[in-house]
Protein backbone atom coordinates (compact mmCIF):
# COMPACT_ATOMS: atom_id res chain seq x y z
CA UNK A 1 0.00 0.00 0.00
CA UNK A 2 1.04 3.30 -0.94
CA UNK A 3 0.75 6.71 1.29
CA UNK A 4 1.35 9.98 0.55
CA UNK A 5 1.95 12.12 3.65
CA UNK A 6 1.04 15.31 3.51
CA UNK A 7 2.43 18.01 6.55
CA UNK A 8 3.21 21.40 7.18
CA UNK A 9 6.76 20.06 9.33
CA UNK A 10 9.14 17.15 10.09
CA UNK A 11 11.63 16.81 12.25
CA UNK A 12 14.68 17.39 11.74
CA UNK A 13 14.06 19.56 8.65
CA UNK A 14 11.55 21.90 10.50
CA UNK A 15 9.88 22.31 13.55
CA UNK A 16 7.35 24.33 15.63
CA UNK A 17 5.45 21.74 17.63
CA UNK A 18 4.40 18.28 18.34
CA UNK A 19 3.03 17.97 14.11
CA UNK A 20 6.71 17.89 13.46
CA UNK A 21 7.28 14.81 15.99
CA UNK A 22 4.74 12.86 15.10
CA UNK A 23 5.00 13.57 11.03
CA UNK A 24 8.48 11.85 11.45
CA UNK A 25 7.67 9.09 14.06
CA UNK A 26 4.27 7.53 12.42
CA UNK A 27 5.73 7.19 8.92
CA UNK A 28 8.99 5.21 9.90
CA UNK A 29 6.70 3.06 12.16
CA UNK A 30 4.18 2.71 9.47
CA UNK A 31 7.14 1.40 7.04
CA UNK A 32 8.28 -1.29 9.86
CA UNK A 33 4.39 -2.21 8.59
CA UNK A 34 5.31 -2.72 5.39
CA UNK A 35 3.55 0.37 3.93
CA UNK A 36 5.35 2.79 1.41
CA UNK A 37 4.62 6.08 2.92
CA UNK A 38 6.51 9.03 1.62
CA UNK A 39 6.30 12.74 2.81
CA UNK A 40 5.69 15.97 0.99
CA UNK A 41 6.97 18.74 3.07
CA UNK A 42 7.08 22.83 1.78
CA UNK A 43 10.97 23.16 0.77
CA UNK A 44 12.07 26.27 3.69
CA UNK A 45 14.89 27.34 3.63
CA UNK A 46 16.18 25.41 7.38
CA UNK A 47 14.70 21.94 5.43
CA UNK A 48 16.76 22.37 2.76
CA UNK A 49 19.90 23.19 4.91
CA UNK A 50 19.01 20.09 7.12
CA UNK A 51 18.25 17.45 4.46
CA UNK A 52 21.24 15.85 3.05
CA UNK A 53 21.79 14.62 -0.54
CA UNK A 54 19.20 16.27 -1.79
CA UNK A 55 17.82 15.20 -5.22
CA UNK A 56 16.06 17.23 -8.39
CA UNK A 57 13.01 14.81 -8.85
CA UNK A 58 10.98 16.91 -11.20
CA UNK A 59 9.51 19.88 -12.45
CA UNK A 60 5.96 21.06 -11.27
CA UNK A 61 6.14 24.00 -13.78
CA UNK A 62 4.52 27.15 -12.07
CA UNK A 63 1.04 26.23 -11.30
CA UNK A 64 0.00 29.51 -8.92
CA UNK A 65 2.00 31.83 -10.75
CA UNK A 66 5.03 32.02 -7.47
CA UNK A 67 7.28 31.14 -9.63
CA UNK A 68 9.09 27.60 -10.82
CA UNK A 69 8.21 25.17 -8.79
CA UNK A 70 10.27 21.88 -8.30
CA UNK A 71 10.45 18.82 -6.00
CA UNK A 72 13.52 17.84 -4.25
CA UNK A 73 13.76 14.09 -2.93
CA UNK A 74 15.60 13.73 0.09
CA UNK A 75 15.61 10.88 3.46
CA UNK A 76 14.37 11.61 7.29
CA UNK A 77 17.71 10.93 9.10
CA UNK A 78 18.26 7.39 10.42
CA UNK A 79 15.27 6.25 8.40
CA UNK A 80 14.03 5.02 4.66
CA UNK A 81 11.19 7.39 4.39
CA UNK A 82 11.34 9.09 1.14
CA UNK A 83 10.49 12.84 1.93
CA UNK A 84 9.63 15.56 -1.09
CA UNK A 85 10.46 19.30 -0.40
CA UNK A 86 8.50 21.61 -2.11
CA UNK A 87 10.93 23.93 -3.55
CA UNK A 88 9.27 27.63 -4.30
CA UNK A 89 12.16 29.83 -3.45
CA UNK A 90 9.67 32.85 -3.74
CA UNK A 91 7.08 31.26 -0.64
CA UNK A 92 9.08 29.25 1.06
CA UNK A 93 12.59 30.61 1.17
CA UNK A 94 12.44 33.12 3.65
CA UNK A 95 14.02 34.57 7.19
CA UNK A 96 11.51 34.04 10.51
CA UNK A 97 9.53 30.98 10.93
CA UNK A 98 7.34 28.55 8.84
CA UNK A 99 3.98 30.39 9.66
CA UNK A 100 5.42 34.13 10.90
CA UNK A 101 7.70 36.40 10.29
CA UNK A 102 10.32 37.51 12.85
CA UNK A 103 8.45 40.00 14.44
CA UNK A 104 5.87 37.32 15.35
CA UNK A 105 3.31 38.63 12.46
CA UNK A 106 1.80 35.62 10.34
CA UNK A 107 3.28 35.23 7.62
CA UNK A 108 -0.05 37.65 4.62
CA UNK A 109 0.56 35.09 2.14
CA UNK A 110 -0.02 32.04 4.12
CA UNK A 111 -3.32 30.98 2.11
CA UNK A 112 -1.01 30.72 -0.80
CA UNK A 113 1.86 29.31 0.42
CA UNK A 114 0.03 26.50 1.45
CA UNK A 115 -2.38 26.40 -0.93
CA UNK A 116 1.04 25.31 -3.15
CA UNK A 117 1.48 22.53 -0.95
CA UNK A 118 -1.83 20.89 -1.46
CA UNK A 119 -1.98 21.93 -5.31
CA UNK A 120 1.39 19.93 -5.46
CA UNK A 121 0.00 17.06 -3.46
CA UNK A 122 -3.41 16.73 -6.29
CA UNK A 123 -0.45 17.01 -8.71
CA UNK A 124 0.95 13.99 -7.76
CA UNK A 125 -2.23 11.91 -8.02
CA UNK A 126 -3.17 13.39 -11.35
CA UNK A 127 0.35 12.89 -12.96
CA UNK A 128 2.16 9.91 -11.07
CA UNK A 129 6.16 10.73 -10.99
CA UNK A 130 8.54 8.13 -11.25
CA UNK A 131 5.84 5.63 -11.98
CA UNK A 132 4.38 5.85 -8.21
CA UNK A 133 0.85 6.46 -7.34
CA UNK A 134 -0.86 6.68 -3.73
CA UNK A 135 -3.38 4.50 -2.47
CA UNK A 136 -4.05 6.99 -0.04
CA UNK A 137 -3.73 10.92 1.08
CA UNK A 138 -3.11 11.23 4.47
CA UNK A 139 -3.29 15.25 5.08
CA UNK A 140 -2.41 16.76 8.34
CA UNK A 141 -3.99 19.82 9.74
CA UNK A 142 -5.49 23.06 8.16
CA UNK A 143 -2.33 23.10 5.93
CA UNK A 144 -3.24 20.02 3.86
CA UNK A 145 -6.74 20.69 4.30
CA UNK A 146 -7.21 21.60 0.55
CA UNK A 147 -5.98 18.45 -0.59
CA UNK A 148 -9.34 16.41 -0.37
CA UNK A 149 -11.18 18.96 -1.66
CA UNK A 150 -9.13 18.96 -4.79
CA UNK A 151 -9.33 15.48 -5.34
CA UNK A 152 -13.42 15.94 -4.58
CA UNK A 153 -13.53 18.32 -6.55
CA UNK A 154 -11.29 17.17 -9.31
CA UNK A 155 -14.10 15.34 -11.33
CA UNK A 156 -12.31 12.02 -11.57
CA UNK A 157 -11.26 9.01 -9.66
CA UNK A 158 -9.10 9.61 -6.94
CA UNK A 159 -7.18 7.82 -4.19
CA UNK A 160 -8.57 7.48 -0.13
CA UNK A 161 -8.13 10.39 1.61
CA UNK A 162 -7.41 10.72 5.57
CA UNK A 163 -7.65 13.99 7.43
CA UNK A 164 -5.77 14.34 10.83
CA UNK A 165 -6.76 17.29 12.97
CA UNK A 166 -4.16 18.26 15.07
CA UNK A 167 -5.62 21.06 17.08
CA UNK A 168 -8.79 21.75 15.70
CA UNK A 169 -8.01 25.69 17.12
CA UNK A 170 -5.97 26.57 14.52
CA UNK A 171 -8.14 26.60 11.52
CA UNK A 172 -6.50 28.62 8.88
CA UNK A 173 -8.89 31.32 8.33
CA UNK A 174 -8.11 33.67 5.22
CA UNK A 175 -10.44 36.54 3.32
CA UNK A 176 -12.76 35.11 0.67
CA UNK A 177 -10.68 37.44 -1.52
CA UNK A 178 -7.94 35.10 -1.59
CA UNK A 179 -9.77 32.02 -3.01
CA UNK A 180 -9.39 34.32 -6.62
CA UNK A 181 -5.57 33.18 -6.82
CA UNK A 182 -5.81 29.80 -5.27
CA UNK A 183 -6.77 28.21 -8.32
CA UNK A 184 -9.94 26.22 -6.36
CA UNK A 185 -13.18 24.60 -7.81
CA UNK A 186 -15.51 26.80 -8.55
CA UNK A 187 -18.12 25.26 -6.01
CA UNK A 188 -14.81 25.36 -3.07
CA UNK A 189 -16.55 27.86 -1.04
CA UNK A 190 -19.49 25.79 0.25
CA UNK A 191 -17.22 23.40 1.54
CA UNK A 192 -14.67 25.88 2.90
CA UNK A 193 -17.16 29.09 4.40
CA UNK A 194 -16.50 29.65 7.79
CA UNK A 195 -18.65 33.15 8.89
CA UNK A 196 -18.09 34.99 6.02
CA UNK A 197 -14.18 33.62 5.69
CA UNK A 198 -12.72 30.46 4.01
CA UNK A 199 -11.20 27.86 6.56
CA UNK A 200 -8.74 25.48 4.71
CA UNK A 201 -9.28 23.06 8.02
CA UNK A 202 -12.88 23.11 6.94
CA UNK A 203 -12.48 21.86 3.62
CA UNK A 204 -10.57 18.64 5.25
CA UNK A 205 -13.17 18.21 7.40
CA UNK A 206 -15.87 18.49 4.64
CA UNK A 207 -14.39 16.62 1.81
CA UNK A 208 -11.95 13.54 3.26
CA UNK A 209 -13.01 10.18 3.51
CA UNK A 210 -12.29 9.71 6.94
CA UNK A 211 -10.79 12.16 10.14
CA UNK A 212 -8.93 11.27 12.80
CA UNK A 213 -8.24 13.33 16.19
CA UNK A 214 -4.79 12.70 18.31
CA UNK A 215 -6.42 11.04 21.22
CA UNK A 216 -9.88 9.30 22.04
CA UNK A 217 -10.95 11.89 24.69
CA UNK A 218 -10.04 15.04 22.45
CA UNK A 219 -12.23 13.24 19.81
CA UNK A 220 -15.42 13.36 22.50
CA UNK A 221 -14.72 16.66 23.36
CA UNK A 222 -14.65 18.33 19.52
CA UNK A 223 -18.17 17.02 19.03
CA UNK A 224 -19.42 19.45 22.05
CA UNK A 225 -19.69 23.83 21.80
CA UNK A 226 -17.33 24.17 24.31
CA UNK A 227 -14.29 22.33 22.29
CA UNK A 228 -15.02 22.29 18.85
CA UNK A 229 -14.28 25.74 17.68
CA UNK A 230 -17.75 26.38 15.87
CA UNK A 231 -17.23 23.35 13.74
CA UNK A 232 -18.95 20.77 16.20
CA UNK A 233 -22.15 20.90 14.30
CA UNK A 234 -19.98 19.61 11.14
CA UNK A 235 -18.53 17.15 13.03
CA UNK A 236 -21.50 15.59 14.52
CA UNK A 237 -22.60 15.31 11.10
CA UNK A 238 -19.44 13.50 10.50
CA UNK A 239 -19.51 11.22 13.48
CA UNK A 240 -19.32 8.03 11.83
CA UNK A 241 -15.96 9.40 9.95
CA UNK A 242 -14.34 10.29 12.76
CA UNK A 243 -11.61 8.60 14.71
CA UNK A 244 -9.01 9.46 18.32
CA UNK A 245 -5.74 7.42 17.82
CA UNK A 246 -3.37 8.39 20.89
CA UNK A 247 -0.18 9.81 19.33
CA UNK A 248 2.68 7.86 19.89
CA UNK A 249 6.68 8.71 20.81
CA UNK A 250 9.62 8.14 19.37
CA UNK A 251 11.69 6.90 22.16
CA UNK A 252 15.15 6.43 19.91
CA UNK A 253 14.34 10.29 20.18
CA UNK A 254 13.16 10.32 23.92
CA UNK A 255 14.68 8.40 26.30
CA UNK A 256 17.12 9.16 29.00
CA UNK A 257 19.24 6.18 28.75
CA UNK A 258 20.24 7.24 25.25
CA UNK A 259 20.04 10.78 24.89
CA UNK A 260 23.22 12.31 23.65
CA UNK A 261 22.21 16.08 24.46
CA UNK A 262 22.27 14.83 28.69
CA UNK A 263 25.03 15.43 30.91
CA UNK A 264 24.61 11.82 32.23
CA UNK A 265 22.33 9.06 31.15
CA UNK A 266 20.00 7.32 32.92
CA UNK A 267 17.22 4.59 33.02
CA UNK A 268 14.14 3.23 35.33
CA UNK A 269 16.47 0.62 36.60
CA UNK A 270 18.82 2.76 38.14
CA UNK A 271 17.49 6.96 37.92
CA UNK A 272 20.53 8.28 40.10
CA UNK A 273 21.82 10.21 37.62
CA UNK A 274 19.01 12.07 37.17
CA UNK A 275 20.27 14.26 40.16
CA UNK A 276 23.34 14.92 38.08
CA UNK A 277 21.24 15.90 35.32
CA UNK A 278 19.64 18.66 38.01
CA UNK A 279 22.65 20.14 38.82
CA UNK A 280 23.95 20.35 34.92
CA UNK A 281 20.85 22.48 34.35
CA UNK A 282 20.69 24.36 37.30
CA UNK A 283 24.52 25.28 36.57
CA UNK A 284 23.59 25.96 32.37
CA UNK A 285 20.95 27.91 33.25
CA UNK A 286 22.11 29.88 36.44
CA UNK A 287 19.92 28.62 38.84
CA UNK A 288 20.93 28.13 43.01
CA UNK A 289 22.72 25.13 43.06
CA UNK A 290 19.59 22.80 45.53
CA UNK A 291 19.64 19.44 44.94
CA UNK A 292 16.43 19.55 47.01
CA UNK A 293 14.63 22.27 46.04
CA UNK A 294 11.95 21.38 43.62
CA UNK A 295 12.70 21.81 39.58
CA UNK A 296 9.62 22.89 37.34
CA UNK A 297 9.91 23.27 34.31
CA UNK A 298 7.11 24.95 31.54
CA UNK A 299 7.55 23.99 27.93
CA UNK A 300 4.47 25.09 26.08
CA UNK A 301 3.35 27.52 23.57
CA UNK A 302 2.71 30.86 25.63
CA UNK A 303 -0.83 31.06 23.85
CA UNK A 304 -4.24 31.11 25.70
CA UNK A 305 -4.65 27.52 25.72
CA UNK A 306 -1.64 26.34 27.70
CA UNK A 307 -2.63 28.72 30.42
CA UNK A 308 0.59 31.40 30.99
CA UNK A 309 -2.23 33.60 31.95
CA UNK A 310 -3.08 31.33 35.16
CA UNK A 311 0.57 30.09 35.60
CA UNK A 312 1.70 33.36 35.93
CA UNK A 313 -0.59 34.32 38.63
CA UNK A 314 0.11 31.40 40.38
CA UNK A 315 3.61 31.04 40.79
CA UNK A 316 4.94 33.81 43.06
CA UNK A 317 2.98 32.29 45.97
CA UNK A 318 4.62 28.80 45.49
CA UNK A 319 8.06 30.43 44.33
CA UNK A 320 8.48 31.97 47.83
CA UNK A 321 7.05 28.73 49.13
CA UNK A 322 10.60 27.27 47.98
CA UNK A 323 11.06 26.26 44.22
CA UNK A 324 12.67 26.82 40.99
CA UNK A 325 10.75 27.39 37.85
CA UNK A 326 11.98 27.10 34.56
CA UNK A 327 10.93 27.91 31.23
CA UNK A 328 11.65 27.42 27.81
CA UNK A 329 8.89 28.50 25.24
CA UNK A 330 7.88 31.15 22.85
CA UNK A 331 4.73 32.57 21.70
CA UNK A 332 2.89 35.80 22.37
CA UNK A 333 4.86 38.88 23.26
CA UNK A 334 3.05 39.93 25.92
CA UNK A 335 3.67 36.29 27.72
CA UNK A 336 7.34 36.23 26.86
CA UNK A 337 7.34 40.03 28.36
CA UNK A 338 5.89 39.13 31.56
CA UNK A 339 7.89 35.99 31.97
CA UNK A 340 11.02 37.78 31.60
CA UNK A 341 10.04 40.02 34.29
CA UNK A 342 9.28 37.62 36.63
CA UNK A 343 13.01 35.66 36.24
CA UNK A 344 14.45 39.37 36.85
CA UNK A 345 12.33 39.36 39.91
CA UNK A 346 13.74 36.10 41.14
CA UNK A 347 16.92 35.68 40.27
CA UNK A 348 18.48 32.05 41.04
CA UNK A 349 15.09 30.44 40.82
CA UNK A 350 13.30 31.35 37.57
CA UNK A 351 14.82 30.83 34.68
CA UNK A 352 13.17 32.07 31.15
CA UNK A 353 14.55 31.24 27.41
CA UNK A 354 12.30 32.21 24.54
CA UNK A 355 12.66 30.60 21.84
CA UNK A 356 12.60 26.40 21.67
CA UNK A 357 15.89 24.83 21.69
CA UNK A 358 15.90 20.98 20.93
CA UNK A 359 18.77 20.53 22.94
CA UNK A 360 18.11 22.39 25.86
CA UNK A 361 14.59 20.66 25.92
CA UNK A 362 15.73 17.32 26.12
CA UNK A 363 18.43 18.29 29.17
CA UNK A 364 15.27 20.50 30.85
CA UNK A 365 13.30 17.24 31.34
CA UNK A 366 16.16 15.02 32.39
CA UNK A 367 16.85 17.54 35.35
CA UNK A 368 13.80 18.49 36.11
CA UNK A 369 11.80 17.33 38.95
CA UNK A 370 7.72 18.70 37.62
CA UNK A 371 6.56 19.48 34.09
CA UNK A 372 3.88 22.18 34.39
CA UNK A 373 1.47 21.27 31.29
CA UNK A 374 -1.48 23.17 32.10
CA UNK A 375 -3.80 23.68 29.09
CA UNK A 376 -7.25 24.58 28.39
CA UNK A 377 -7.95 22.12 25.53
CA UNK A 378 -5.25 19.41 24.50
CA UNK A 379 -5.50 17.86 21.67
CA UNK A 380 -2.46 15.04 22.73
CA UNK A 381 0.41 16.64 24.65
CA UNK A 382 3.51 14.96 23.82
CA UNK A 383 6.01 16.55 26.12
CA UNK A 384 4.16 14.67 29.42
CA UNK A 385 4.48 11.77 27.75
CA UNK A 386 8.03 12.63 26.93
CA UNK A 387 8.59 13.33 30.63
CA UNK A 388 7.26 10.58 32.02
CA UNK A 389 9.94 8.63 30.41
CA UNK A 390 12.58 10.93 32.04
CA UNK A 391 10.80 10.42 35.45
CA UNK A 392 9.84 14.04 35.35
CA UNK A 393 6.44 13.83 36.35
CA UNK A 394 3.84 15.78 34.60
CA UNK A 395 0.98 18.28 36.46
CA UNK A 396 -1.86 18.79 33.49
CA UNK A 397 -5.19 19.65 33.13
CA UNK A 398 -7.15 16.83 32.83
CA UNK A 399 -8.64 17.27 29.50
CA UNK A 400 -8.27 15.58 25.42
CA UNK A 401 -5.07 13.49 25.39
CA UNK A 402 -3.66 14.37 28.64
CA UNK A 403 -6.75 12.43 30.26
CA UNK A 404 -6.21 9.27 28.04
CA UNK A 405 -2.34 9.66 29.13
CA UNK A 406 -1.20 10.88 32.40
CA UNK A 407 -2.69 8.86 35.63
CA UNK A 408 -3.54 11.35 38.43
CA UNK A 409 -2.23 10.45 42.08
CA UNK A 410 -4.94 9.66 43.97
CA UNK A 411 -4.06 7.72 46.83
CA UNK A 412 -5.60 4.56 45.46
CA UNK A 413 -3.59 4.55 42.35
CA UNK A 414 -0.05 5.38 44.39
CA UNK A 415 -1.07 2.25 46.03
CA UNK A 416 -1.84 0.15 43.20
CA UNK A 417 1.52 1.71 41.70
CA UNK A 418 -0.29 3.29 38.26
CA UNK A 419 -0.31 7.14 39.46
CA UNK A 420 2.36 8.44 36.88
CA UNK A 421 1.56 12.41 36.88
CA UNK A 422 -0.90 14.88 38.58
CA UNK A 423 -4.07 15.76 37.09
CA UNK A 424 -6.93 18.93 38.32
CA UNK A 425 -9.67 19.78 36.35
CA UNK A 426 -10.53 23.09 35.82
CA UNK A 427 -8.53 25.90 34.36
CA UNK A 428 -8.44 28.26 37.55
CA UNK A 429 -5.99 29.25 39.77
CA UNK A 430 -6.97 27.86 42.78
CA UNK A 431 -7.10 24.08 40.68
CA UNK A 432 -3.98 24.96 39.71
CA UNK A 433 -2.35 25.82 42.58
CA UNK A 434 -3.62 22.88 44.73
CA UNK A 435 -2.55 20.55 42.20
CA UNK A 436 1.30 21.84 42.52
CA UNK A 437 0.79 22.31 46.02
CA UNK A 438 -0.03 19.00 45.88
CA UNK A 439 2.96 17.49 43.47
CA UNK A 440 5.11 19.43 46.18
CA UNK A 441 3.83 18.09 49.53
CA UNK A 442 4.64 14.57 47.04
CA UNK A 443 8.15 15.49 46.13
CA UNK A 444 8.62 15.85 49.83
CA UNK A 445 7.75 11.87 50.62
CA UNK A 446 10.71 10.58 48.75
CA UNK A 447 9.40 6.54 48.50
CA UNK A 448 5.89 7.68 47.35
CA UNK A 449 7.89 9.99 44.94
CA UNK A 450 10.08 7.44 43.75
CA UNK A 451 6.88 5.10 43.01
CA UNK A 452 5.24 7.58 41.22
CA UNK A 453 8.24 8.17 39.30
CA UNK A 454 8.88 4.33 38.46
CA UNK A 455 5.60 4.16 37.11
CA UNK A 456 5.88 7.04 34.62
CA UNK A 457 9.05 5.81 33.19
CA UNK A 458 7.71 2.48 32.57
CA UNK A 459 5.02 3.48 30.67
CA UNK A 460 5.30 2.68 27.04
CA UNK A 461 3.96 5.09 24.30
CA UNK A 462 5.69 3.83 21.26
CA UNK A 463 4.12 3.92 17.80
CA UNK A 464 3.85 0.48 17.57
CA UNK A 465 -0.07 0.23 18.65
CA UNK A 466 -1.06 3.65 17.10
CA UNK A 467 0.86 2.88 13.61
CA UNK A 468 -0.88 -0.31 13.62
CA UNK A 469 -4.43 1.71 14.43
CA UNK A 470 -3.39 3.99 11.17
CA UNK A 471 -2.56 1.00 9.10
CA UNK A 472 -6.23 -0.76 9.67
CA UNK A 473 -7.73 2.68 9.20
CA UNK A 474 -5.93 2.91 5.92
CA UNK A 475 -6.78 -0.42 4.87
CA UNK A 476 -10.22 0.20 5.91
CA UNK A 477 -10.58 3.18 3.88
CA UNK A 478 -8.37 1.45 0.85
CA UNK A 479 -9.40 -2.48 0.53
CA UNK A 480 -6.17 -3.64 1.04
CA UNK A 481 -4.84 -6.50 2.21
CA UNK A 482 -3.03 -6.82 5.26
CA UNK A 483 0.32 -5.41 5.01
CA UNK A 484 3.22 -7.75 5.89
CA UNK A 485 5.87 -6.52 8.78
CA UNK A 486 9.23 -5.10 7.12
CA UNK A 487 11.53 -8.36 8.16
CA UNK A 488 8.62 -10.57 6.48
CA UNK A 489 8.44 -8.43 3.40
CA UNK A 490 12.69 -8.46 3.34
CA UNK A 491 12.59 -12.53 2.98
CA UNK A 492 10.25 -12.69 0.39
CA UNK A 493 12.35 -9.75 -1.54
CA UNK A 494 14.99 -12.14 -1.16
CA UNK A 495 13.76 -15.75 -2.15
CA UNK A 496 12.25 -14.27 -5.50
CA UNK A 497 16.05 -12.81 -6.05
CA UNK A 498 16.95 -16.79 -5.17
CA UNK A 499 14.42 -18.56 -7.54
CA UNK A 500 14.78 -15.65 -9.98
Not at 323 to 351: H, S
Request: charged content about 20%; overall charge negative; some cysteine.
Amino acid sequence: MRVLYVTSEVYPFAKTGGLADVSAALPAALRELGIDVRLLVPGYAQAMAQASELQDAFSLGNPLGCGEVRLLETHLPQTDVPVWLVDCPALYCRSGGLYQSETGEDWPDNALRFALLNHVAADLVREPKRGWMPDLIHANDWHAGLTPLLLARGGRPYPATLFTIHNLAYQGLFDVAEMARLHLPDDAYSAMEFYGRMSFLKAGIQSANAITTVSPTYATEILTPEYGCGLDGLLRERVSNLTGILNGVDYRIWDPSTDPYLACNYSARSVAAKSDCKRAIQMELGLKLDADMPLMAFMSRLVHQKMPDVVLDVLPDLLEEGMQFVLVAEGENGYQTRFRELAARYPGRVAVTIGYREDLGHRLLSGADLLLHPSRFEPCGLVPIYAMRYGTIPLVRKSGGLADSVTDASPEAIRQGTATGLAFQDPSMADLAACIRRALSLYRQPILWRRIQAAAMRQDFSWKRSAQAYANLYRSLTGAPTALPRTLVAQAETFEKLTA
